[in-house]
């Protein structure tokens, strides 16, 4: 049974930091590669990062130069540095896992964490 559990998630005022960490068990971790979405009340679910299987790297643009994704296969664990949090960015964080490695739409994931929240206050 694969399992994506997501913690780091919490309060934090503008501007602040936090990293999520999303620990998975039931699969060859770095057979997989790893994405970060989130999904704000009443939005549709978005792409935030993600990491492939040999460190390759990509970030939503409205992300990139303050969040950080990160991978230690040693650990089954894939984390999300984000830095300079706004509050338009409280959502609950997913991890996803996906062993294609060629999308990084929320369709093309296959296995997802329950998520964990965070919250910006302004």
């Known amino acids: 049974q694969v399992q994506l559990v997501e913690s780091g998630g919490g309060l934090v005022q503008a501007g602040g930091s936090l990293r999520l960490s999303c620990a998975a068990s039931?699969?060859?971790?770095?057979?997989?590669?790893m994405g970060w979405f989130r999904q704000a009340p009443g939005k549709e679910r978005e792409f935030v990062a993600a990491?492939?299987?040999?460190?390759?790297?990509r970030y939503a643009d409205s992300v990139k130069g303050r969040f950080t994704i990160s991978r230690d296969n040693a650990k089954n664990t894939v984390y999300l540095q984000m830095n300079s949090l706004k509050p338009e960015e409280t959502a609950v964080y997913y991890c996803?896992?996906?062993?294609?490695?060629?999308?990084?739409?929320?369709?093309?994931?296959?296995?997802w964490g329950k998520g964990t929240l965070v919250s910006v206050s302004s």
């Open positions: 996803a896992a996906d062993n294609a490695g060629s999308s990084w739409s929320v369709s093309a994931m296959d296995y």
């Open positions: 990491i492939r299987r040999f460190g390759s790297i």
């Open positions: 039931g699969l060859t971790f770095s057979n997989y590669a």
